[in-house]
């Protein structure tokens, strides 16, 4: 998982006219496919080049997600000077209708698109809005056109496994769990007889990653679960301290849905609560109960996209549109084919559709992070985005976790990058982040 850092570049195209489309952004949109079609054949047909800035008050289509521009063919519809916006008629409107009536309505539709999600509430201590309405709830990746997803029966599973082996403990028989072939490998459990093995198998790493074969060696099981059924299971330590990809057991494995391999697929089980923060940051979320460290929380989810999907919805978008694309690019390099490329993996967009978790804020110093969880070790393009608790998190704490993912960094190097940071001019149109860190970068984004 890595954050899409060429997103900011690409949004730039409508972010000095103020919001106002000029015939000028419209021919710069034009020159790339996209879903916004600005009709700008009136102007090619005038004469005389229109010196003010115009937009129609025509025709809005949802397209695609977006929302689509169309000129109106009716000669009443009036042109309107876009420096004068909002203009006599709309503040008018404005000024009869009641501006608590609308919160109030945009707050029970909110709720009732909430309604499909279990264990999740939201409220508002700080004012009268609710969320974008321009959100949809969904359990599940939604995909989007060209991209591919094997059906779970499809999935290899580890057949040989049986819930009895290695003395009860099932898939956790280190060696031979079919399903943790690719995990990473248990250094601690090496026998003298696995020396030549492991030697091959670092080697084989270099060349294919987090793919190398390490076949016959004992691998590192990803949870642990107590004898009492009221404790969470948790990530195992090392999974939570690295960014080696954990592998969970899926339907055509022989282990039973006993195995303790089974966490992230089992879906949320702690109560989310999205609220308004009192700080400028937006939206955010808390769990009501206490999280313990290496919990896990629930998914990132939302629209699947290809890579060439998102770049034409990055056109139309504002800069925060970033905090919510995430590249499914855990295993580029890892392709035995090289078919995976920064160009060609699919992009997770939670935007417009998603789950509570796309509401969780950044901070540099977070309590959580995100994890790449895979119950089909052969494909490589589409795996949750999984966040564990990083720390134990008392009841109704935030939750935050970092955008960037560069949590790891020593705070005296972060402060002093911070200083630098600051004082140099060219940074003043970045977007502070304001997560209140002692490790805080100063800026959302690089
Ligand atoms: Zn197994
Ligand atoms: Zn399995
Ligand atoms: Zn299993």
Redesign the pocket.
């Known amino acids: 998982m890595s954050l899409r850092s060429s997103a900011i570049d690409t949004t730039t195209a409508l972010k000095n006219t103020s919001g106002v489309l000029t015939l000028r952004d419209s021919g710069y949109l034009s020159r790339e496919p996209s879903v916004i079609s600005i009709d700008s054949s009136s102007a090619a047909s005038e004469a005389a080049p229109i010196q003010t800035p115009t937009v129609y008050n025509g025709i809005l289509q949802r397209k695609e997600g977006s929302i689509v521009a169309k000129k109106s063919r009716d000669p009443a519809v009036q042109l309107t000077d876009a420096r004068t916006l909002p203009n006599q008629a709309m503040l008018s409107d404005a000024a009869r209708a009641s501006v608590t009536a609308a919160e109030y309505a945009i707050q029970a539709a909110f709720q009732a698109k909430l309604q499909s999600v279990k264990n999740v509430e939201w409220e508002n201590h700080v004012d009268n809005t609710a969320p974008s309405l321009n959100f949809t709830f969904v359990s599940d990746f939604v995909l989007g056109e060209g991209v591919y997803r094997p059906e779970a029966d499809a999935h290899v599973?580890?057949e040989t496994?049986r819930p009895n082996m290695g003395q009860n403990i099932g898939?956790e028989y280190p060696r031979l769990?079919?399903?943790l072939e690719y995990a990473a490998v248990d250094e601690n459990r090496l026998q003298p007889g696995d020396q030549a093995r492991y030697v091959q198998y670092q080697k084989d790493q270099e060349d294919d990653g987090y793919l190398a074969d390490s076949h016959g060696l004992p691998k590192r099981f990803p949870y642990q679960r107590s004898k009492d059924p009221q404790v969470p299971s948790t990530l195992m330590k090392f999974y939570l301290e690295s960014r080696y990809p954990i592998y969970e057991?899926?339907l055509n494995?022989n282990?039973g849905p006993i195995?303790k391999?089974r966490v992230v697929q089992k879906g949320r089980r702690v109560p989310l609560v999205i609220f308004k923060t009192a700080n400028e940051r937006g939206w955010g979320v808390y769990c009501k109960e206490q999280l313990v460290k290496g919990e896990f929380i629930d998914t990132y989810i939302g629209e699947v996209l290809t890579n060439e999907a998102t770049g034409r919805r990055e056109m139309l978008s504002a800069e925060d549109r970033a905090s919510y694309l995430y590249s499914l690019d855990k295993f580029i390099g890892d392709d035995p084919d090289n078919d995976l490329t920064n160009e060609t993996c699919y992009v997770v967009d939670g935007q417009y559709m998603g789950g509570p978790t796309r509401f969780i804020n950044h901070s540099c110093e977070p309590n959580c992070r995100q994890y790449t969880v895979s119950y089909n070790k052969h494909d490589l393009r589409i795996y949750d985005l999984a966040f564990f608790a990083v720390e134990d998190i008392p009841p109704r704490t935030e939750l935050t976790f970092d955008y960037m993912d560069k949590d790891e960094e020593e705070e005296e190097i972060v402060r002093k990058k911070r200083e630098k940071d600051a004082a140099d001019p060219k940074n003043h149109d970045k977007r502070p982040c304001n997560c209140g860190a002692r490790k805080c970068r100063g800026y959302l984004w690089e």
Request: proline share 0%.
């Open positions: 599973g580890c496994c898939c769990c079919a399903c057991c899926n494995c282990c195995c391999s």
